[in-house]
């Protein structure tokens, strides 16, 4: 499957706008809370406070015929520096890095590997 552009990926702009106010949106994502924010994992694990959400996902996804719960590589498409400096106390960049993804089954996830 070849590459498309960014927008044939995600949805189009003012799909949710329709469903869900902006205003609304923001108050749920306030008070929105899965995991303590004092908790110790805070330090050893990046993702800690959604991880009881993936866990959840994990465990409901495993045997559904049409939903995945997978990992996916976010791709780097630098083209100005295709070197990376290293920088000692600069955190990692996200580009490189394996998110979960949630795919139904008649869709596909793009390949951006050659």
Known sequence: MAVGSLGDSFAPT????CF???ERFESIMLNLHFSDNIALAASTDKTWKVRPVVEILRHWLVNNPYYRFDETIIPS???YNPMH????DKPPPLEGQAIHVVLCADNVLPQTSV
């Open 20 to 22: 869900n106010k902006r």
């Open 77 to 79: 498409w630098n083209t």
């Open 14 to 17: 003012g799909t949710f706008g």
């Open 85 to 88: 400096q290293f920088v000692k």
